[in-house]
Each structure stands twice: as structure tokens, then as C-alpha cells.
């Protein structure tokens, strides 16, 4: 493998002619791929296509008509399924609609017009700040945004965000109200939190009283390679006192369909006793017939593990194509560095500083879409240019392996194109 | 019939007697019957169940795979069959979940957050109010409540609110931001708008610029005797130079099930854009299955149509038992004055001032559970304590015709120990 970091100037000119012959031949073939966002491919929806047809009954385990009005907070037997399923006790779960995302706004709406607990509502504050541990989910960053939260970006290390850091900064500005977090197979990095970081997570001390912990436990169950346990963070948070630190956020929109899953909230009973005042206000009930088509298809949480060893196989090839394309075409190279993660649905690059925008242009212009460069920081600025999500789960392999090989070529050509333009600086300095 | 107004104490003491004999035959019945909320019964649900069965694929018709993420404001076939049915443009519609309450809700917080059409956020001003036709619906009550809205009631005329009072107090008091209508056999009277009081409202000159009109047809085709042709509201706005006055919200709630029906809301191109780029960030987008489900059942506009006259076949009988017992056993006595509607889920009905709340209690001490008096009022205050919503469309008919029997007896004693304590009253004064 050419180390292109250590090429003369005359190796790189040649490099770089050769892969734009390269280039222009992908751009010849007129690609339309797509590996932008986290969706699940059709052939992996096709696995749940049964549970379309597995509601045997409309009449929950209660004696509840599922057709009908009322049940604000969920079915007796959706509750016990996640309940199983994430080790959360069912009197701290409200299953909600088809979308967490829409669940994680909701409590923000909630915080910024009521506040909780007693404190201020957060649309009254001077400043509300949030911190985003990033690269991060470009969703949870957006919430901020159209909210007027204030985001500060917190570096991530191997094992979650840089806990020396929040520590200081929740130890000193009561005006920073919480923090973003996927504990698990994190978006876009697929990182793991470790049990340190959980522990310091549930009990820093916070100069804000109503300190919230938005964790968003997207990926689960999501696992892809070798299963990560993540640390129960409502354990360590009672052990720590601090009970109401947070909210947990799940669904199973990448369990079964994105478009018409099954999401859910949890928390402490205080903050679920809150969250239910406004909620009963806000919607008569969610729709229990998709509670009970899920718990229908599952039957119970080892039906899911079941069914997600089943998705791990259909996503554990398209894995092994991105990463193993990445291995071949650029280890060694200087220009890339990469996640290798356990699970979720991406893997996050590092090119050279201020490369990743060009490299995503590069890449729309041969035909291949890929998530915005900036997108995984706050206010879409990443302020290295370097952060590159990759989706690999929507593309069929054959689309895979074509958008990836094109995608390292970008990343030669925009990395080479910057090795060039530093020693055409040098050059100008001498 | 008795004319209890002009009975002498003698007379009305017999009655007591009597009525109190009966009343207690019905307690002794242990009855546990329930009138309070708009719910439909099993058997109306039933009628329904197909479309559990007709999702016949998941490609809409553009060829969006249903199952999986995207599409904001709804698929196109279910916009076109609401647009139909209604008579509102596709491009001014956003097809929701599973409840309108929620779209109202949430757009009740888009205003309180954001404001609208570069007007103040709600919550920023020192005071905002609401106006409040009453009897009214009580969970859009319980959102200007919620929110800390302050509510004024607006007396109802038989073809709409009051718009001589509506019109003076949006003239002049700016932080009166908008006004609730179910212009449809309104909930609870059955109430239709009339053309004039629609141009009324949509012409009338507000202090408030962002003054809002949420025009809750929930009921708009839920004709169950002869059907009222509501003015299109949209029309008269635009007409008027008003277009970005009105919300407007629908469901099949009550068409098709209440616990997994599809709603949407209406409005200017204008406060659509508004109301997308906040709900984008809200949601990757709602349950498009269920649009499919919905679509696929009814085909077309014609085919609600004909589902609506089945409904109406079924809970026009219970309409009619509830109409004929009060006509039977309270009309020319005095006691109750009552709404006869087209259609809607109500019949409302006016006791004698001061007797509501003691009727709904013997009611319920008989095991009739009636929707609580003074609940159809902003803060659940009657200040006549006079007004009863009777839904008659969960029980069957038999529970309905005891039921409703019952109640007859409440309004009855409860009629006559009001007037005996005037009749005491009036012995002390002698």
C-alpha cells in the first residue's frame, strides 16, 4: 500500500492522474446509488413481511379493544415484551407512536414549555445549552436547532464522549441542560460505551438541577459481530441519586419497519408520572393494533434476538464489504482512518483534515450520495472537514461493493489533491 | 305530561316520592353502563375489520416502499382521497398519525415555540387567549389549559358562536389569538355552522394579526339524519384575504378504528411550509402502512361516503332511543331542554340551572357513568350548572334504553328537588 503522506510531489502528480482515469470511468457508468441515510434494504424488510398478517385478535390480554379509544400509555403486552427485551421495568415504559425520534422532540417540547421537576421550563431560560458528542446523529442535532438550544460539541473517545470534559463543563454552567448520547453501536462511529463512562455519566455532578440525559438506545439490540453489554444506566443512576438524569429512547423501526414500527420512552416514575400529565392532553392513545401486531410477530423478547440474529446475517455482508474494502484500498495509506464497529448501520471515516466535503462531492458527482460531510456535527460544522458517515445497509452488495470501491477513489483523489496544494504551499513559503 | 315548572309543593312532593321509588329500583339493578365519551360500540367497529385485511401491497403509487422511512406529509393516494372527499387541495394537506388531537396539540406547541408568519412565539407574551365556543369539546379545553392559555367562553347560537360577541372581542383585544370550532354537528350540541357565521369568521377583523381558527371537522362526514353542507371554510378565508387563519383537522378515528385511524391537517401553502420545517425535525415521517390500509379499504371518496351511511344505519337507532325517551319522558315538563342533532356522536341537553351536576351524580350513583357536568366548559366550569353531553354510541341499545330511562329519572329528581328547595326558599322569604 502507497503511503501517500510520505509521496514526493512527482508520485502524487501520477497518483493522481491515474485515479482520475479511474474516476472518470465510474463517472462514465452513470451510477445512482444511495448511502446516505440508515434505512434498511427491501430484502431486509421482506424478513418481517409476516407480521402484516399476525393480528390474530384485536383484544389485548386486558380485555382491551385495541380498535378502540384509550390506553395512553401502552398494552400490558407490548410493556412486559420491551420490558423483557431491555431489562426496564414495565411501570417506567410508555410505548409511544411509530417513531422515537418523534418521542425525543416531544420531551424536549415538554422541557422548553413546562420544565420538569419543579425548575424553570427551558423556553423561559436566557440560554438553554445541550451538549453533542460528536461525530453524532444529525436528528438529535436538528432537535436543538429548531428548539434555539445552544449546541456544544463534545469530542468522542473509544469508549463514549470525553468524560473528563463534560464533567467540567456540567460541574460549571447551570445553563447546559443535557447531553445527547447512543450508548450503543453509537451513530455514525458505532462506539460502545464503556461502564465507566455510564457510571460517570449517571452520577457527575451537574451545576444544573434538571441536568437530562437523552439516551437513545437506537441500536439496542442491534448487534452485529460480537454482542456489547452496555451498563444498565437507570441502575446507575439510583445508585448515584439521581434517579430522573434520564431519559431512555427506543423503537423498532430497525426492528421490524422503519416506516410503521413501534417506539418507546422510559424513566423514572416521577418524570413518567410528568411526561403522562401533558401526554393525556396531547393524544388519547397511540395505535395499539401496531403494539399488538409486534407482540403478535415476537411472541417474546428471545423472538426478537431470534429475529435480530436473523438481520445481523442479511447486515454482517454489506460490513464486511465497506470494511474490507476500506482494509484493502486504504490501510496503510495515510488518508483514511475508520470505525470497526459491532453493530448498528454505519461506519464513520476520518479523512485528512478538510478532505470529507470534497470527497462526499466527489462522490454525488460519480453518482453516489452520501451523508452531507458536516452532517455528524453540530450546525452541520465539522470543524475539521474530516467526519464521513457511511450507510451501507440500504444498497444491495452488488451496489455495495461498487459504491464503496468508487468511494475509496474519492477519498485517493481529494486526499491527494490536498497533499499536492500542501506542497504547493511549501514550495510558495521557500 | 307533568308541567313540573307550575306544580304546587304538594304535588312535586308526591312526584319525589315516586320518582325516588323508581330511581331506587334502578340502583338495586347494579347497572354499570357507560355514556360518557365519544367512543363507537364493538359492533360498529366491526363493521370495519376488513381493512385489518387490505393492505395488498406496500409500494405506493409512486413506488415508495410504504415499510420503510420517509415521506413527511403523507402518501400521495392518501392525499388524493381526502382531497376528494373533503374538497381541499392535496398540496394544502399533511397527513398525520393516528390521531388529530395530536396535530392540533402540536400545533398549538409550534405556536407557543416558534409563532407563526413572523408573529411572536405565544410564549413569549404576557398573556394569550383563546376563545372558547361553549358547550364545547372538552379535550380541546384541556389544551389551552395545559398550555396556559387563557380560555373565554363564547356562547353558542343554533347556528354557530356567538358572532356579534366573537367579532367585538377579536376587534379589539390583540391577545385574543383564536378561537375553537367544530363546525360540524358540533361536539357536544350537534350544532351546525351556518354559511353566515363561516363568512363571519373568516372575514372578521382581528386585533391579533396571528389570529388562528382551529376548525375541528371531525365530524364532517358523519351525517346519521339529513346531511348539512358545511361552507368551505378555506373559500370564504381566501376569499376573505384571511388564508393563513385556519388549522384544519380531520380523522378516521371514527370512520374506520379510534385507536389506529388516520388523521391530517389543512392549511395555507404558506402555514403548511411553516408547520413542515418544524415537523420534519419532529419525525421521519408517520405510519404509511396505515395510510395504505385506509386508501386500499375505501378506494375513494365515494367509498367513505358509503361506509358513512352503514354507520349512520347503525347509530341512528341509537340516536333515536335516546331523541324519543326524552321526548317521551321530559318533553313540556320543564326539566331539560335538549339539541336534536343530524349527526356527530352527541345529544347535549340543558337541565334546569344549578341541577347538572347533581343529575350526572345520581346517574352514576345508579352505575350510569354520564361525561362529567361542566366538563363540555372551559376549566369545567358550567356557570349554570345546567349542561349534560349524552353519548349514546358505545353502549348497545338495550344498555342504552335503560340508561337512558335512568337518566330521565335523575333529570326528573333532581328537577323537583331544585324546585322544592325554590319553594322553601320562597316560604322563608314570605
Redesign the interface.
Known sequence: MLDYLSCSKEVLLKEKANLEATYKDYVSQHLKLDMS?G??A?SQ?DL?NDI?NT?ET?ITEDGT???????LDGIPEAKKLFSDLLGISEKNIIIG???S??LM??QF?RL??FGTQGQA?W??LEKAKFLCPSPGYD?HF??C???GIEMITVPMNEDGPDMDYVEQLVREDASIKGIWCVPLYSNPQGICYSDEVVDRLASMKTAAKDFRIFWDNAYGVHHIYEEHKLKDIFQATKEAGNEDRVYYFFST?KIT????GVALMASSLSNIAEIKK?MT??????????QLRTVNYFKTADGVKAHMKKLADELRPKFDVVLNTLDKELSGSGLLTWTKPNGGYFVAVDTLDGCAKETVALAKEAGVVLTGAGATYPYKNDPRDCNIRIAPTYPTIEELTTAIELFCVCVKLAGVNSLLEDKLDEERAM
Open positions: 441515510r434505512k434498511p427491501g424488510l418481517n402484516l393480528l384485536y379493544d385495541a380498535r378502540n379509544y384509550g390506553v407512536g411509530n417513531s425520534l418523534n422532540y416531544d417540547v422548553m414549555l421550563p423556553c423561559q436528528r436538528a432537535i436547532e429548531d428548539l423501526s419497519f422503519p416506516g410503521a401533558h392532553v396531547q393524544t388519547i392513545g397511540h395505535d395499539k393494533l401496531n
